[in-house]
């Protein structure tokens, strides 16, 4: 399996059968500073002591912790939460919106940033519920030249058109990535030019092929599977825990609490699931997690 710079879908990730988990999302807070029209948004604040104790009893498999939100920087456990996990030998990841200040970023340890930025127009971004893109754009610059930088955008039709040039606006500010995504608002397919060559990014390289095929980036289609990732992988909002953040943000329900019998929980969960027969799963299961799947089965 080719290494696409999405943690979960590496060969080595796919063969592993160990008893703990691998790879965790924890969504901080609900709130955020923005208003962006394609948000799902949600209401709920982490349980920090509960988080802590998870994370101590599963250090030694953890290899990444992705910290979320809505905005993360917001909550008062961010700081904390990232040295907690840092010295426990654990990468962490932070998704943000990039509105924070810039010593904030820098002050944290965070391994891997991924910053959302839909565009290059600073009109545009305010009309999607932006504040101040200009400093974001100057704040991802200057975090890019010494940390890992991915960057997020959301296609939908206010910008489907003018993708490429976006895309190299962001490639310009020496980021290490781009990921995208299309709106679960607005799923729209996105066109993109053959003649260029995307081969250096491999997460932005994945969804581009996949593009050009005419493969939607969501949906099982006809794939028949059990869902292999939320074994080994955990999503964590409030004080519950789902398959995938996906999943809460689509307003399914959780697999469990955070103070039961986690791993128990799971396990029965994954064998009682059947992801063709789940509506969320059929409709907005992403294509990485498709892939990973599939491979799991087949090794």
Same mark, same amino acid.
């Given at each position: 399996?080719?290494?696409? *710079?999405?943690?979960?879908?590496?060969?080595?990730?796919?063969?592993?059968?160990?008893?703990?988990?691998?790879?965790? !999302?924890?969504?901080?807070?609900?709130?955020?500073?923005?208003?962006? &029209?394609?948000?799902?948004?949600?209401?709920? /604040?982490?349980?920090?002591?509960?988080?802590?104790?998870?994370?101590?009893?599963? &250090?030694?498999?953890?290899?990444?912790?992705?910290?979320?939100?809505? /905005?993360?920087?917001?909550?008062?456990?961010?700081?904390?939460?990232? &040295?907690?996990?840092?010295?426990?030998?654990?990468?962490?990841?932070?998704?943000?919106?990039?509105?924070? %200040?810039?010593?904030?970023?820098?002050? =944290?340890?965070?391994?891997?940033?991924?910053?959302?930025?839909?565009?290059?127009?600073?009109?545009?971004?305010?009309?999607?519920?932006?504040?101040? %893109?200009?400093?974001?754009?100057?704040?991802?610059? @200057?975090?890019?030249?010494?940390? $890992?930088?991915?960057?997020?955008?959301?296609?939908?039709?206010?910008?489907?058109?003018?993708? !490429?040039?976006?895309?190299?606006?962001?490639?310009? =500010?020496?980021?290490?990535?781009?990921?995208?995504?299309?709106?679960?608002? @607005?799923?729209?397919?996105?066109?993109?030019?053959?003649?260029? @060559?995307?081969?250096?990014?491999?997460?932005?390289?994945?969804?581009? @092929?996949?593009?050009?095929?005419?493969?939607?980036?969501?949906?099982? *289609?006809?794939?028949?599977?059990?869902? !292999?990732?939320?074994?080994? +992988?955990?999503?964590?909002? *409030?004080? &519950? $825990?789902?398959?995938?953040?996906?999943?809460?943000?689509?307003?399914?329900?959780?697999?469990?609490?955070?103070?039961?019998?986690?791993?128990?929980?799971?396990?029965?969960?994954?064998?009682?699931?059947?992801?063709?027969?789940? %509506?969320?799963?059929?409709?907005?299961?992403?294509?990485?997690?498709? +892939?990973?799947?599939?491979?799991?089965?087949?090794?």
């Amino acid at each position: 399996m080719l290494n696409t *710079g999405f943690s979960e879908i590496t060969e080595e990730r796919a063969r592993y059968t160990g008893p703990g988990f691998w790879y965790c !999302e924890i969504a901080l807070t609900g709130r955020c500073n923005f208003q962006c &029209k394609y948000c799902n948004r949600f209401d709920s /604040e982490i349980d920090f002591d509960a988080i802590c104790r998870f994370i101590d009893s599963e &250090k030694s498999t953890l290899r990444h912790v992705q910290l979320t939100g809505g /905005e993360p920087t917001l909550s008062p456990h961010l700081a904390p939460l990232c &040295k907690f996990i840092k010295d426990r030998g654990i990468k962490v990841g932070l998704s943000t919106n990039g509105s924070a %200040p810039l010593d904030l970023y820098k002050s =944290l340890g965070v391994d891997m940033f991924s910053i959302s930025l839909d565009d290059y127009d600073t009109r545009v971004l305010i009309d999607r519920g932006y504040k101040n %893109p200009m400093a974001i754009i100057e704040t991802i610059e @200057d975090i890019a030249e010494h940390h $890992h930088v991915n960057v997020g955008v959301v296609i939908d039709s206010q910008n489907c058109d003018r993708i !490429e040039q976006i895309i190299w606006c962001i490639l310009s =500010l020496g980021v290490h990535d781009i990921k995208l995504s299309v709106s679960t608002h @607005d799923e729209v397919m996105p066109l993109f030019n053959k003649d260029y @060559d995307y081969s250096r990014y491999p997460i932005l390289s994945y969804r581009v @092929d996949r593009f050009r095929q005419g493969k939607s980036m969501r949906g099982l *289609g006809d794939q028949n599977t059990k869902c !292999e990732i939320s074994k080994n +992988d955990i999503a964590i909002v *409030g004080t &519950k $825990h789902y398959p995938c953040l996906v999943y809460a943000r689509e307003k399914g329900n959780p697999i469990g609490d955070m103070s039961g019998n986690i791993k128990a929980d799971r396990q029965e969960w994954y064998k009682n699931h059947t992801p063709q027969q789940d %509506p969320i799963c059929k409709q907005f299961c992403m294509d990485f997690k498709c +892939d990973f799947n599939q491979t799991v089965r087949v090794l």
